[in-house]
């Protein structure tokens, strides 16, 4: 082991509990900053009472029942961290898949490029996002959005972000079941702050750039402070990435946990990419083929042939074609003898030298091998401008009345450049392009001459890919939001003050994505000869140019090129404009009700009312909303808007304080009542205890109801639909069909010897009018077809009701004074009811035909599925549902240490800050019979911490700090065996994909100065440029084998610096 390795080994072991937020000490005292040893002794009436996130009450700080995690914004900077989402998406309660740029390529529900975050596994629906303590407003492209998009939000003029770990919808009203993110910006700010940052990762690509500006002035009445923000992120490439270079893996282990060599079973004998680079890189999706029923994928490579068939290549056939020139057996189904009686198969060798014919890790086949694929985005490039101005005034001394603005515009311009996507489509048996047309092509021919028999002119299925046709797509987005107010006290009760304020937010969002025509592109394919002798179209309508998918300029490594002719009649745009609008009116009053009559404290109260309005307006194009691209969904916008009338009332009762019998014993009480234009009225409430029995010592406790609406998403997004592969159940399994190898015209026989399937499964397709001993035998396949699936708002799904609960106790040491020991345990639990959920296809499907619960197909889910009347799945309806509920539970641990020393006489302060996130349970409940608990998969592990470990010195501070995200596996990691899978050519040994992650962790390190006035900082992130865990495709969600949402870093090791100066 070297010393390198030696140290990175210590560093870990040591700093295993680091983050790379730096949290305050508030996180120990709900709230509270870090006190000096004077603080402490400060008199409470001595400490001015504020607003602090998780009560509308003016309190003393650092009193509060409501645990808070305080994110410092200026810690984060000096750690690297510009953006907010990546500040956040990193704690520790952000757990379950969170949007973010891992996410480059995928459809989201906020659009391109938008970041969202979700506490403990609830989703971002759940969690409230709010600024300056005033609930943000959605902003998003497509569809519905119905979450604030964190890629609007600035970096450099946060302040600081106040976390809230449990439900507080009686405090903010509806969306915070599982949490509150308050977003607080720089205000007060005296003369000029002007910063600037910049971060490059090592392997290249993906720089960030960041220049920033504010000026404030403070007044004898006010304040006012302006700012202005931008920010650019360079692209990473896949060919950039050093995660992300090489290919997509297909990972194998063998019983013992050896990681066996990369492989991918299933392609035949022999292959030419074995010892090479790419042997083992998953070869799918593969491209420059064409299927023709009878022989399945031929591959196209000028000059050869081997089948018949001028320039295309077979790979491997069933064993009925044994003899045929260069067929070639082989032992595929890994029983170590060669026996074409118990299914072995035959591969293609036409040339004798020893492996297949065609080489499918090619680039000419394999598109994830090609330099224009390697040229995909791997993190998309993107620009935001942010301007916001805040201010306040007294306009009377006497009442203290005053008014108050906040503004803040923000726009962001992001592309993203994706390839890889495919176009198949039938070619008629009458095109002249086609080559198993022997009529008219005259260079056609029998191409199921392998059989010996000719079966004429036969349809032909083409699989390639054109580039600029579904591969890049542009959004540009802004957001304005404004607010306004005027606070003050009442003439006529002393001590009571009021505030009326009014906010109005405006977004807009544009896409535009282009690609294949549909409908032309099929009228392209249905060519003629003319009488000229001309290839034309059939139907010459439109300008239609005809397409010839078999030519050597659309059979090309990287994909296919179009002409100007055929590009201007082939590729349309698709377009949807998203404009999103929150209106907010309230008002309120406070003081104190009235004073205890044992101990004097005054009761304070405020009661208040607030009114809200989300309005959504998507507006697609034809293109998007009668989904006219080749092979991409269509969306029909949204369209809506709904209001909410709420009354809410908090109190606090300081029942015992200063006492001999305790320090403190306060009872927080509040509730709230809503109206929402489309539902029931609805009253919740909330009861939160502190008992201090001496200073250094406290136990908090709290219960609380949630009420959440159904967002502007899950009730008026019109309609999304798009096609999607779906296994249907009622389809003869293979090993259960019976097949001549030499007549591929005649329909396969049952075969009961082979039926693995449930009798329940056999059942419930029969009730649903399938015979499933018969359904697919006349046609090849698997079982999987493509389905066209609808999703979308629904009048029909109810409102969400939730609990939380939560306790805990916070130790600050008192027995001396050499340091400062904090100690916070906080059991949380969180259940929700009537959970709003979008399902997917698949679980439909297994809801209706494969639920044991439901053995006679009976289930409700049945209708969402109805049939063709050929019996083919003709459409499955994935709109929102209510399901029985989802619960989240854990505990939450936060750990501060600091001191002070002197090294050769110079005085040195160190601070360790740790914060963890334990979670026990997270459980999506369908049918209220016990559900699947999330926690140990891999987007839920179960631990989650990071910390701080901070020396300071004069001007100078060193930091060095962790992330932490605990290993996972999917629900069911698969069984060892050897077929079809990545050592099925590896005799006597079995093996199951790789469908878990290994804990991660990685550690970051800055050096900063400041004067006061001037500041530098600069250091290393991921400094021991650890990789993100790599999982098989096939079983975990991820992109170039990297799990997706999880918060790994996707830089690799990257250098910063960053520089301010105030004046």
Request: hydrophobic residues 35%.
């Amino acid at each position: 082991m070297s010393r390198f390795d030696e140290l990175k080994k210590y560093l870990r072991l040591g700093t295993a509990a680091m983050s790379i937020a730096a949290v305050t000490s508030a996180a120990f005292a709900g709230g509270a900053y870090a006190q000096d040893d004077d603080d402490d002794d400060e008199d409470d009436d001595g400490i001015e009472e504020v607003v602090v996130t998780g009560s509308k009450l003016r309190r003393n700080p650092f009193s509060t029942t409501t645990p808070i995690q305080v994110i410092s914004g200026e810690t984060s900077r000096e750690l690297g961290l510009f953006n907010t989402g990546d500040i956040l998406q990193q704690s520790p309660q952000t757990t379950g898949s969170q949007i973010d740029n891992s996410f480059t390529g995928f459809v989201l529900d906020g659009g391109p490029g938008s970041v969202e975050i979700g506490f403990r596994g609830l989703g971002s629906a759940r969690t409230l996002i709010m600024m300056n303590g005033r609930r943000l407003a959605p902003a998003g492209i497509g569809g519905a959005p119905a979450a604030p998009d964190f890629s609007l939000i600035p970096g450099v003029m946060v302040d600081r972000i106040e976390q809230i770990t449990e439900g507080a919808s009686t405090i903010y009203g509806s969306d915070a079941v599982a949490g509150v993110a308050n977003i607080i910006l720089k205000k007060n700010v005296e003369g000029f702050d002007i910063q600037g940052s910049y971060r490059t990762p090592e392997s290249g690509g993906g720089e960030e750039m960041t220049v920033s500006a504010m000026w404030g002035k403070t007044f004898d009445n006010g304040y006012i402070t302006v700012g202005g923000e931008y920010y650019e992120r360079k692209v990473m490439t896949r060919a950039d990435s050093e995660f992300a270079s090489d290919c997509t893996l297909r990972l194998y282990e063998d019983e013992n946990g050896n990681r066996l060599p990369a492989a991918y079973g299933g392609l035949g004998g022999p292959r030419p990419s074995e010892g090479t680079d790419r042997y083992g890189c998953d070869i799918f999706p593969l491209t420059n083929r064409m299927s023709i029923l009878g022989l399945g994928s031929i591959y196209y490579k000028p000059g050869a042939s081997n089948v018949g068939i001028p320039n295309w290549l077979e790979t491997t056939q069933s064993g009925g074609f044994f003899g045929v020139p260069g067929a070639v057996p082989y032992d595929s189904n890994g029983d170590g003898v060669v026996d074409l009686a118990t299914g072995d198969r035959v591969y293609f060798d036409g040339d004798g030298d020893g492996v297949m014919d065609i080489d499918l890790q090619d680039p000419l086949y394999a598109m994830e091998a090609t330099d224009y694929y390697a040229s995909g985005d791997f993190v998309s490039p993107t620009k935001r401008f942010n301007i916001m101005a805040t201010g306040e005034y007294v306009i009377d001394e006497d009442s203290n009345t005053k008014v108050f603005f906040e503004s803040f515009y923000t726009k962001r311009e992001s592309s993203t450049f994706s390839p890889g996507a495919q176009l198949f489509e039938n070619v008629p048996a009458s095109s002249p392009y086609n080559p198993c047309n022997q009529s008219v092509n005259p260079d056609g021919v029998n191409c199921l001459s392998i059989y010996g028999v000719n079966f004429g002119d036969l349809d032909v299925l083409p699989i390639v890919n054109i580039r600029g046709d579904r591969d890049n797509v542009q959004a540009d987005i802004y957001q304005f939001r404004f607010l306004a107010g005027v606070t003050g006290t009442l003439n006529y009760g002393a001590g009571w003050d009021y505030e009326v304020y009014g906010s109005y937010s405006y977004s807009k969002g544009d896409e535009l994505r282009r690609g294949m025509n549909d409908a032309n592109f099929v009228q392209s394919l249905d060519a003629v000869l003319d009488d000229n002798g001309n290839v034309v179209c059939r139907d010459p309508s439109n300008g239609c140019v005809p397409l010839n998918l078999f030519s050597d300029r659309i059979l090309g490594i990287g994909g296919g090129v179009l002409t100007a002719e055929e590009e201007a009649f082939l590729i349309s745009d698709r377009t949807i404009s998203t404009v999103i609008k929150q209106t907010m009116f309230g008002a309120s009053v406070t003081g104190d009700l009235f004073r205890l009559p044992w101990n004097d404290a005054e009761v304070p109260i405020i009661v208040g009312v607030e009114y809200r309005k989300d309005t959504i307006a998507s507006d697609p194009n034809d293109v998007s909303a009668q989904g006219l691209l080749w092979g991409y969904f269509n969306d029909e916008g949204a369209d809506g808007s709904r209001s909410f009338k709420e009354i809410f009332v908090e109190t606090s009762l300081p029942l015992v304080y200063d006492s001999p019998i305790a320090e403190e014993l306060r009872l927080d009480l509040s509730a709230r009542y809503t109206d929402e234009s489309f539902y029931e009225a609805a009253s919740i409430y909330a009861v939160k205890g502190i008992y201090k029995p001496v200073d250094w010592m406290t136990f908090r406790g709290a219960y609380s109801t949630s009420y959440r609406a159904p967002n502007v998403r899950e009730r008026f997004l019109n309609g999304q639909s798009g096609f999607g592969n779906v296994f249907d159940p009622c389809f003869v399994p293979e090993a259960a069909r019976d097949s001549d190898p030499l007549d591929p015209a005649a329909p396969a026989t049952y075969n009961a010897d082979g039926e693995s399937r449930e009798q329940y499964t056999l059942d419930s397709c029969r009730a649903n009018g399938v015979d499933p001993t018969s359904f697919g035998l006349d046609s090849t396949g698997t079982g999987n077809f493509s389905t066209e699936i609808n999703s979308g708002g629904s009048l029909d799904v109810r409102e969400e009701e939730s609990t939380s609960k939560s306790y805990g106790f916070v130790i600050d040491q008192p027995f001396t004074d050499k340091f400062d020991l904090k100690l916070s345990v906080n059991w949380f639990e969180i259940e929700v009811t009537d959970a709003i959920a979008e399902p997917t296809a698949a679980y439909l499907v297994s809801q209706c035909y494969s639920n044991p619960n439901e053995p006679t197909g009976s289930s409700p889910f049945c209708a969402r599925i109805p049939r063709d009347a050929d019996g083919t799945l003709g459409l499955v309806d994935a709109s929102f549902i209510n399901i029985g509920r989802e619960t989240a539970k854990g505990i939450d641990y936060n750990i501060f240490f600091g001191t002070d020393f002197e090294v050769a006489g110079k005085p040195i302060d160190l601070t360790f800050d740790l914060r963890a996130t334990q979670m026990k349970e997270q459980i999506t409940d369908v049918s209220n019979n016990g559900g699947d608990d999330n926690v140990g998969e891999v987007t839920t592990p179960e631990w989650r911490f990071n910390a701080d470990l901070a020396l300071r010195y004069n001007d100078f501070s060193l930091r060095w700090s962790t992330l932490f995200i605990g290993g996972g596996q999917a629900d069911d990691p698969g069984d060892f065996d050897n077929l079809n899978n990545g050592c099925a050519d590896l005799p006597g040994v079995s093996c199951r994909a790789i469908w878990y992650t290994e804990d991660y962790d990685i550690h970051n390190v800055s050096l900063s100065w400041s004067n006061g006035q001037y500041s530098i900082s600069g250091g290393v992130r991921n400094i021991f440029n650890t990789a993100p865990p790599l999982v098989d495709p096939a079983g975990v969600f991820s992109l170039s084998n990297i799990p997706l949402g999880v918060g790994y870093d996707l830089y690799g090791r990257s250098f910063f610096v960053r520089a301010g100066v105030t004046f």
